[in-house]
């Protein structure tokens, strides 16, 4: 059954917010579904309600200068028992796993138990002649010719089988010769991390990583979550469930998406890992300075490069722009950090018919409005 609104419910979704005064500098407006501040504040609030009268469905945080403009939900989280999106919605966060996954190898790096130029031998027996050049660098920067997939995301498969596939597959191109987007390369990845570290993939991110940084609502399975909070998606018009409904391993997806996607968090905890990275307080200066190189370029027609688990290119305004985003279809999730104009940008959308490029774009013209 599909939940739609009505003329009522709509005027009760949005009286919150619209009853909201015009903010004076430093003011703030505080609803069940979130919060926000000041002219900016207003005005993305605003844009926000009218695309959620339009049937969008997701949450938006916006931070200038260390200060949060917006954090905020819109539309529904659960349309059968109409609960609403607000900032504190647990979502997926599709391939921005990828950056997660590139950290825990730097995390293994500043401890001397690898390096990004081992080769993949190094940590895997039996590695055919055409990958014993690829390195941990060509996985990192999707330059190892590996496939992207081998297999659907909710199919149960266990490392060492999706390690037999990778490993009997046929390259597409030659290691280190050219950027090919390839999720299969961050599972191995993952598989290179529970080898080493000798730990659980997740459970070494969530000490490594997530534990120090105060982000105790991400991963799979380890975060004590009410399950009522995460966001449901929809296929067709019919609930889809959430992530944890469909057919994961007892600790977490098959590997065919573990390392890869399918993690899940909030605003607040991927705000968090944001100042994370500018305080170099779970990686170091020079493992940031990696992680966010200019090392392959993705297009030949655009200067948009590839670092480890992230994109970095220069924006419109001649700013510097590191950003990923993930999505399978169903849902789509965006993390935006524009460094040098000390703006973070996170948005995520769970209805898949409403376009986020679309909606975002827009909203980014409120955030940086064009040059009269």
Same mark, same amino acid.
Request: charged share 25%; with cysteine.
């Given at each position: 059954m599909v939940v739609r609104l009505t003329q009522i419910q709509r005027i009760g979704a949005l009286i919150v917010f619209l009853a909201?005064?015009?903010?004076?500098?430093?003011?703030?407006?505080?609803?069940?579904?979130?919060?926000?501040? #000041? !002219? &900016? /504040?207003?005005? +993305?609030? =605003?844009?926000?309600?009218?695309?959620?009268?339009?049937?969008?469905?997701?949450?938006?945080?916006?931070?200038?200068?260390?200060?949060i403009v917006i954090a905020s939900g819109y539309g529904w989280s659960h349309r059968e028992s109409q609960r609403m999106f607000t900032r504190d919605t647990v979502f997926d966060i599709g391939s921005i796993t990828k950056q997660f996954t590139a950290a825990g190898i730097m995390k293994l790096q500043e401890a001397g138990?690898?390096?990004?130029? #081992? !080769? &993949? /031998?190094?940590? +895997?027996? =039996?590695?055919?002649?055409?990958k014993r050049s690829i390195t941990l660098h060509h996985l990192l920067t999707h330059s190892s010719g590996m496939r992207d997939i081998f297999g659907a995301d909710y199919s149960v498969i266990s490392r060492d089988d999706f390690l037999a596939l990778a490993l009997a597959s046929e390259l597409r191109s030659e290691p280190g010769t050219r950027y090919r987007y390839s999720n299969a390369g961050y599972s191995v990845l993952g598989a290179v991390i529970e080898i080493v570290s000798g730990e659980p993939y997740e459970?070494?991110?969530?000490?490594?990583?997530?534990?120090?940084?105060?982000?105790?609502?991400?991963?799979?399975?380890?975060?004590?979550?009410?399950?009522?909070?995460?966001?449901?998606?929809?296929?067709?018009?019919?609930?889809?469930?959430?992530?944890?409904?469909?057919?994961?391993?007892?600790?977490?997806?098959?590997?065919?998406?573990?390392?890869?996607?399918?993690?899940?968090?909030?605003?607040?905890?991927?705000?968090?890992?944001?100042?994370?990275l500018l305080d170099n307080s779970v990686l170091t200066g020079a493992s940031a300075e990696l992680m966010f190189g200019n090392h392959?370029?993705?297009?030949?027609?655009?200067?948009?490069?590839?670092?480890?688990?992230?994109?970095?290119?220069?924006?419109?305004?001649?700013?510097?722009?590191?950003?990923?985003?993930?999505g399978n279809g169903l849902f789509t999730t965006d993390f935006r950090r524009y460094m040098d104009e000390n703006t973070l940008v996170l948005m995520t959308s769970s209805v898949a018919e409403r376009n986020l490029e679309k909606y975002e774009k827009k909203m980014l013209e409120i955030v940086f409005p064009p040059a009269k």
């Open positions: 909201a005064p015009v903010l004076a500098a430093g003011q703030e407006w505080v609803s069940s579904r979130g919060a926000y501040r #000041d !002219a &900016l /504040g207003t005005s +993305l609030n =605003n844009y926000m309600l009218g695309i959620e009268n339009e049937g969008f469905s997701g949450a938006l945080l916006v931070e200038r200068n260390g200060e138990k690898l390096d990004a130029q #081992d !080769a &993949l /031998g190094k940590f +895997l027996p =039996n590695v055919p002649p055409d459970q070494f991110l969530f000490k490594q990583l997530f534990e120090p940084s105060g982000m105790l609502a991400t991963g799979y399975k380890i975060p004590a979550r009410d399950r009522e909070n995460i966001v449901h998606l929809y296929e067709d018009g019919k609930d889809w469930g959430t992530m944890l409904d469909h057919a994961w391993l007892p600790d977490g997806p098959g590997w065919h998406l573990r390392c890869n996607g399918g993690i899940l968090s909030t605003l607040e905890d991927l705000r968090k890992w944001h100042h994370a392959v370029r993705e297009m030949p027609d655009r200067e948009v490069y590839y670092g480890y688990g992230w994109s970095v290119l220069d924006t419109p305004r001649g700013t510097r722009l590191i950003t990923h985003n993930g």
